[in-house]
């Protein structure tokens, strides 16, 4: 996807693709050097909200367009966590994804190219053992209507084959 839009960007050509690479459950990925382990975990998510309620984010990024990401070093030398994390993410055009990598120190320090090693090799590792998927962009809207109109409306959204969430049946409905 990141790949395609950097080719048009070259032609001067403009291209919003409507589907993405993501991954479809948890996977995990281990690194290890001079006594210290690396443990990289991937969790597919879709907000910055589902991304703090799993963990104080290391490095992410979201949408179709991949526009929404952050990447955070946590302690570690700058560039030398957050950045190979976000890299991988990258590099396997990857979008709705938290990876997070939990480092036991071994007591002996890697310097900063081994903890960039460290953390692109587990990461790597991570997606490596994930299933990839294909995602449709799409948009979320909060659909209203009155009580009465409720068999109209669920026979379009069956019709239409419309993903349905937030379901609220009272007097006044909405999806």
């Known amino acids: 996807m990141f790949l395609a839009n950097f080719e048009a960007m070259e032609k001067n050509e403009i291209i919003i693709p409507d589907t993405y690479r993501s991954i479809s459950g948890e996977s995990e990925g281990l690194f290890k050097d001079n006594g210290s382990r690396f443990i990289a975990k991937a969790y597919p998510v879709e907000s910055e909200e589902e991304v703090k309620m799993i963990v104080g984010s290391l490095a992410y990024r979201l949408g179709y367009r991949g526009d929404v990401f952050r990447a955070n070093d946590d302690g570690e030398p700058s560039s030398s966590a957050g950045r190979p ?76 084959s419309l993903e349905q969430s937030g379901q609220d049946f009272g007097t006044d409905c909405s999806m």
Do not use: E, H, W
Request: aromatic share 8%; net charge positive.
């Open 85 to 160: 994390i976000l890299g991988q993410i990258d590099s396997n055009c990857l979008s709705d994804i938290l990876v997070v990598v939990i480092r036991y120190f071994g007591g002996i320090k890697l310097g900063i190219p081994g903890l960039i090693r460290a953390y692109k090799t587990s990461t790597a590792d991570a997606i490596s053992n994930a299933v990839v998927i294909t995602k449709v962009a799409m948009k979320r809207y909060r659909l209203r209507f009155g009580y009465l109109a409720m068999n109209s409306v669920m026979k379009m959204v069956k019709d239409m």
